[in-house]
């Protein structure tokens, strides 16, 4: 078997992180605004997808720029 041990998953999400961290990067090289904007609509799914409790984890300014603002959505 390839990648990850399962028994760990840790180091799973440690290697995904670095992946889509990558990934990011090589994103931004082309047009930071738009790797901004897709962030923001993942994180916005992502918030959809947890019942908006994402939300109450991120930085403000994060929140701001994803569209999740309590103040923005009310």
């Known amino acids: 078997m390839t990648g990850a041990d399962p028994a760990d998953p840790v180091a799973a999400t440690d290697d995904d992180a670095a992946e889509l961290i990558a990934q990011l990067r090589e994103l931004a090289g082309a ?3 738009e790797v901004r904007q897709v962030v923001a ?3 916005a799914a992502l918030d ?3 019942g908006g409790a994402l939300r109450e ?3 403000e300014t994060i ?3 994803a569209g999740l603002d309590a ?3 009310a």
């Open 71 to 73: 103040s923005s959505s």
């Open 57 to 59: 984890h991120l930085p």
């Open 31 to 33: 047009d930071p605004v």
């Open 48 to 50: 959809r997808a947890a």
């Open 63 to 65: 929140r701001v720029d």
């Open 41 to 43: 609509e993942v994180l």
